[in-house]
């Protein structure tokens, strides 16, 4: 069985790990610059409770994910899962419960047909009444246009589904039945039209910490060879790696540019900031509140517990006085059930993220696995730079590796 060498101990590097040694392999290596494994998925700790910087969570029993995690000593609690978002109406706000999506005033169910793949392409499919705010939204949110991004930005922004009000539901539900582009565009709350999927959802007992802690124990157990502090670097890597070595690279794709002679696309200039706070919330926990307004900075608010506490993650399109963040809070939960006390402010962080391509980055991405192919074939895995949810970066990066060892299907996980 070929030897694997991962780069990045992110989720998708330990889930690599996993998914490898599944397949059979048993030498594998796992790399990752920091003294700790996690990325992005592990929070900051602020007196033991976790400071969440976005709502990432698991689905139900069965989520292939959860369930390869479970395998490796994992433990998770499922929840109602709970959300709802705030859109522009003509009378002012509209707040929507058991939808994450914007709802926006709409005549028609007819799309024009996808004409590109840029974002604006994809707001292009609706009437203008439609198009128009979510083009605000977008400017106000990531500070582009619409047709630079990439068409998948979308999911990210949460605009990927967007519910069409003033269209009978009946009209809208058929629409979504018969016609696979209006059912990709257009979105129902789920308690209108008895969708179940997204009901129940779970996250790790104790925690990312104590969910990263256990998958460290996981990795040891079944002899991967994690090395912290251990920076890859692609110009000795890629010369150095045997001929029948899987790399998988589940880290930022960047420094591979430059290695393989090709022009990197341009990183993104834009900061998020995000704050969290302990509150008192008499609402439902855990809960996330999309705002599609483009009042204020504040996009989302997530409130979860952490360690007996409760706390409320606002994430924010830029810096924001802490007068005004508290106004845009309290404006985002003012239409759902439960009292809020907002207490002392625990953290703050201010940075770019990787989550909405570009167009130019899809492109680019394209160019650079296309190079990397050519050097080392079916072993090279790209750590599904482009997928932002963890569930199309887990697929993704599970049919590569099966084409690097000539698997073409593998065992579910019982
Ligand atoms: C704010 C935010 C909110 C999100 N919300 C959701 C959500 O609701 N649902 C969902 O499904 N997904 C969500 N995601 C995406 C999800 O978190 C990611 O898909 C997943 O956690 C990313 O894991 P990763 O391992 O691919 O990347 P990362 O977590 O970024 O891991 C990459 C790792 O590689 C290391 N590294 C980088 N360069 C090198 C190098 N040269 N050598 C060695 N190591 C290196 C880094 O230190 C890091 O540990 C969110 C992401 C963010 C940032």
Same mark, same amino acid.
């Given at each position: ?24 392999? @048993? ?54 899962? %709970? ?55 977008? %400017? ?20 990927? @589904? ?27 709350? %789920? ?183 050519? %050097? ?39």
């Amino acid at each position: 069985m070929k030897p694997v060498r991962i780069v990045g101990g992110g989720l998708t590097g330990i889930l690599a790990a996993f998914q490898a040694h599944r397949l059979g392999a @048993r030498q594998i290596e796992l790399h990752e610059r920091l003294d700790r494994l996690g990325g992005v998925a592990l929070p900051k700790l602020e007196n033991g409770r976790e400071m969440r910087e976005g709502c990432i969570y698991f689905g139900p029993e069965g989520d292939p994910i959860r369930t390869l995690l479970e395998e490796h000593g994992a433990i998770f609690e499922d929840f109602d899962n %709970r959300f709802g978002s705030v859109s522009p109406g003509a009378y002012g706000p509209v707040y929507l419960d058991d939808f994450g999506g914007p709802a926006l005033p709409a005549t028609k169910t007819d799309l024009q047909p996808l004409s590109g793949n840029s974002l604006g392409d994809r707001l292009d499919c609706y009437e203008d009444a439609l198009a128009f705010p979510l083009a605000r939204y977008v %400017r106000w949110h990531v500070g582009c246009a619409p047709s630079k991004l990439h068409a998948d930005a979308a999911i990210p922004l949460a605009i990927n @589904r967007v519910f069409p009000t003033g269209i009978p539901l009946d009209t809208l539900s058929a629409s979504k039945r018969a016609d696979g582009h209006a059912n990709e565009l257009f979105g129902i709350p %789920r308690s209108m039209w008895n969708y179940s999927s997204n009901v129940q959802a779970s996250l790790p007992v104790g925690g990312f910490t104590s969910l990263i802690d256990k998958c460290r124990e996981a990795l040891d157990a079944i002899g991967v060879e994690v090395n912290e502090r251990s920076l890859a670097r692609p110009n000795k890597l890629l010369s150095e790696i045997a001929p029948d070595e899987v790399l998988v690279w589940a880290a930022s794709p960047m420094p591979l540019f430059k290695a393989v002679g090709l022009e990197a696309p341009k990183a993104p200039a834009k900061k998020f900031a995000t704050y969290t706070f302990e509150v008192d919330w008499t609402g439902a926990k855990p809960f996330y509140v999309q705002n599609f307004t483009t009042d204020g900075s504040c996009f989302r608010v997530y409130i979860y517990e952490s360690r007996g506490a409760t706390l409320l993650t606002a994430e924010c399109v830029a810096e924001t006085e802490s007068d005004e963040l508290a106004k845009d809070i309290r404006f985002l939960l003012d239409g759902f059930e439960g009292e809020l006390k907002i207490c002392d402010q625990l953290y703050r962080s201010i940075k770019p993220r990787w989550l909405y391509h570009t167009v130019d980055t899809v492109n680019k991405l394209g160019e650079l696995r296309t190079a990397l192919g050519a %050097r080392l074939g079916d072993n090279f895995v790209a750590g599904a730079w482009e997928a932002y949810a963890k569930g199309a970066k887990f697929a993704e990066v599970e049919a590569d590796l099966q084409k690097a060892f000539g698997v073409r299907m593998i065992a579910k996980a019982s």
